[in-house]
């Protein structure tokens, strides 16, 4: 307790008639609760202890207090440093403890303000802008001051994509195709594909997987009953996949976090929408209040938070007009108006979900051959990590942290290999048999499709059965295939040979 306060308490209580402070009855039990609410509203804070996570476009800074404490955070100029003024508050931690390894933060300095307050002084290695708030208890921690250092010109996201933009771009590239094929004869049908492939190569990008590792930083997400705390296994079992996305030809993963820091939901989504990510997968363990469920479960957005996140977006777009009215007046879609737009919008989120639960049926399959399931079929939440309108997403609970066998496989490397390659599988199956139209396994789907297996041109002296024979189908398949009634062929009639 505040000295000065109590002393000027007391003798207020001496000096006052009133209250004649019996020492026992009503009157008494009230005086004490008066003064023991004033007293605790008095109460001098004490900083237990500071805690610094290291994110690539900001570092933060939480200061665990014993008690509420009033905060006054500001820059100083040349040198950059950061001052933390906390009123009547005393220092109980050793800032010396703080790794500020990959932060702004080049040293602490602490010092007695004013007789009771708290002086923290950060120096800089460059200019921050910083934000800061206080937040009451909650199971996991106390009274906090957080404060959050951004870095200007290093935020993920300048100028997000909007998804209808996104998707007219793609709509071009597939009618652009469809149409310099369409044009030509059906002779001619393979030299203007190649004409196109050579005016427009091919962009044979890869997939991009955006890995969301759930939780981090000040947010340890669920902890098991040994203390695993699921922040740390779901970044092991993201970065396992990571490796694996990496190492498969076509493919390359996007990192929503790569280290023990925490990045905000929409943040999340944005970072893969600015990746220009193809699907978004989010990893989490469960946890529950009983030690007994267990098993993998796969999200994906519930339709009713499908829907109204198309209502938000489009609200959004009123201001980013110019990216859809701006780039090029030529296109149909470019200038309907907001109602097709929001027609356009729910389609996109409509299909982006079909997707979602398309994939998350690979993902669940091969989970199921990895591990428990939880749940076999394909849950639907209003997760906001899983709002994107235009990136199929998923959120998959590994297991549940909760169960002390399933807290102990979730450590094991070897079952965080299995879970990852479980998910990898099942995001494969799927792209391999839709893949985006620019994308290298679209391109490579493409070639085998167009090879000579597929297709014969018939040459003078050619008959059915023989060309039948020589392609290993049968006389009836080949003319159910080219929807043959009789035997006339013509030369120079391309046929197309079913896969037998
Ligand atoms: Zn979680």
Redesign the pocket.
């Known amino acids: 307790m505040n000295c000065t306060f109590e002393t000027a308490i007391s003798a207020w209580i001496r000096s006052s008639r009133l209250p004649r402070f019996p020492g026992r009855g009503v009157l008494s039990s009230l005086w004490m609760m008066v003064l023991v609410s004033l007293a605790t509203f008095a109460k001098a804070s004490e900083v237990d202890n500071m805690r610094l996570w290291a994110a690539p476009d900001h570092a933060r800074l939480v200061f665990d207090l014993s008690a509420p404490a009033q905060a006054d955070v500001f820059t100083l100029d040349n040198p950059d440093r950061l001052v933390i003024d906390l009123e009547d508050s005393r220092l109980q931690a050793n800032p010396d403890h703080l790794n500020l390894e990959g932060s702004a933060i080049s040293a602490v300095r602490t010092g007695v303000r004013n007789g009771t307050g708290l002086r923290v002084v950060l120096d800089l290695k460059r200019h921050v802008e910083p934000r800061y708030f206080t937040l009451a208890p909650n199971d996991q921690y106390g009274h906090r001051l957080v404060v959050d250092l951004e870095y200007p010109g290093e935020s993920a996201v300048e100028d997000p994509i909007d998804p209808i933009e996104a998707m007219i771009r793609e709509q071009e590239i597939v009618a652009a195709r469809a149409q310099a094929a369409g044009q030509a004869s059906e002779e001619e049908t393979n030299a203007a594909a190649r004409a196109l492939q050579q005016a427009q190569p091919h962009p044979k990008r890869d997939i991009i997987v955006a890995i969301d590792a759930?939780?981090g930083g000040e947010d340890p997400?669920?902890i098991g009953p040994s203390g695993t705390r699921?922040k740390d296994v779901?970044l092991d079992i993201s970065r396992q996949l990571q490796r694996l996305v990496n190492d498969t030809e076509g493919f390359r993963a996007v990192m929503i976090r790569d280290g023990d820091y925490y990045v905000g939901l929409r943040q999340r989504t944005r970072i893969a929408r600015e990746q220009k990510a193809d699907f978004f997968v989010s990893i989490?363990?469960d946890a529950f209040n009983s030690p007994r469920p267990q098993g993998s479960s796969v999200y994906a957005l519930s339709q009713s938070g499908a829907t109204s996140e198309a209502a938000q977006w489009l609200a959004n777009s009123e201001n980013r007009a110019d990216l859809i009215g701006g780039v090029d007046g030529s296109l149909s879609l470019r200038d309907k108006d907001e109602v097709l737009r929001g027609v356009l919008m729910d389609l996109t989120m409509t299909a982006t979900l079909n997707d979602s639960l398309a994939i998350g049926g690979q993902v669940l399959d091969q989970l199921g051959r990895a591990n428990r399931l939880h749940k076999s079929r394909v849950e639907q939440a209003g997760f906001v990590v899983l709002k994107s309108p235009d990136i199929p997403s998923l959120l998959i609970e590994t297991g549940f942290i909760s169960n002390p066998d399933e807290e102990r496989r979730l450590n094991d490397p070897v079952h965080q290999r299995q879970l990852a390659q479980a998910v990898h599988s099942g995001i494969m199956v799927h792209f391999e048999r839709n893949p985006p139209p620019a994308s290298l396994l679209a391109w490579e789907r493409d070639q085998e499709r167009g090879s000579s297996r597929d297709e014969y041109r018939i040459q003078p002296g050619d008959t059915l059965s023989e060309i039948a024979s020589r392609h290993q189908v049968t006389l009836s398949q080949l003319k159910q295939a080219n929807e043959i009634n009789g035997d006339v062929i013509r030369v120079g009639q391309v046929l197309r040979i079913p896969r037998s």
């Open positions: 759930g939780h997400g669920a699921e779901v989490h363990a």
